[in-house]
């Protein structure tokens, strides 16, 4: 059974730091390209970051490039999600998905979410 | 980016309706369009793929349609629990982009 399972979210000031992971099980991590997508309270769901199988290409929305870093260690079957100078619109629900980054394709699998709060 | 536009933003309908919701892209983005359906505190399913691919496990009276810039998903005869948000995503490029969603509720 395929399972993807967030964690790491939480309350953080403005201007700060978090570091999301998302453990995978129940297929071969190393062979799919992985994303992320959050949604802001309320809100619809806007796709943040995707990331090639072996992790050597990577892609950002334009809202956190440079602030965001998408990274995984095949080893560990975990993504990861590295955030930075976070602000107040950045407060969501982050889900990580299989596929999503290459043309054509499609996240057939989901997290649950874990949230982010950015507030002082 | 290619923006990607749902109508209506809500509807209300009753059991056993017929419901239409169109999805129009920015640019041409081929069949390169998915839909997915989000119920509230969960994660979003797919329904369809490629723009007419039913996901599997999907029941057959959701069905999509559409190419180039204007798509639709249709759902045949609306179901209890088919009441929800359904978004739209394009996968011609990077960032993947959603529609705003559609809600449907209880008429």
């Known amino acids: 059974e395929v399972q993807l399972l967030e964690s790491g979210g939480g309350l953080v000031q403005p201007g700060g730091s978090l570091r999301l992971s998302c453990v995978a099980s129940?297929?071969?991590?190393?062979?799919?390209?992985m994303s992320w997508v959050r949604q802001a309270p309320g809100k619809g769901l806007e796709w943040v970051s995707g990331?090639?199988?072996?992790?050597?290409?990577?892609y950002y929305a334009g809202s956190v490039k440079g602030r965001f870093t998408i990274s995984r260690d095949n080893s560990k079957n975990t993504l990861y999600l590295q955030m930075s100078s976070l602000r107040a619109e950045d407060t969501a629900v982050y889900y990580c998905?299989?596929?999503?980054?290459?043309?054509?394709?499609?996240?057939?699998?989901w997290g649950q979410g874990t949230l982010v709060t950015v507030s002082s | 980016d290619i923006q990607m536009t749902q109508s209506p933003s809500s509807l209300s309908a009753s059991i056993g309706d017929r419901v239409t919701i169109t999805c129009r892209a920015s640019?041409?983005?081929?069949?390169?369009l998915n839909w997915y359906q989000q119920k509230p505190g969960k994660a979003p399913k797919l329904l369809i793929f490629g723009a007419s691919s039913l996901h599997y496990g999907v029941p057959s009276r959701f069905s999509g349609s559409g190419s180039g810039t204007d798509f639709t998903l249709t759902i045949s005869s609306l179901q209890p629990e088919d009441f929800a948000t359904y978004y739209c995503q394009q996968s011609s490029s990077t960032p993947q982009t959603f529609g705003q969603g559609t809600k449907v509720e209880i008429k």
């Open positions: 129940g297929f071969t991590f190393s062979s799919y390209a």
């Open positions: 640019q041409s983005i081929s069949s390169y």
């Open positions: 998905a299989i596929g999503g980054t290459y043309p054509g394709s499609h996240s057939d699998y």
């Open positions: 990331t090639s199988g072996n992790g050597g290409s990577t």
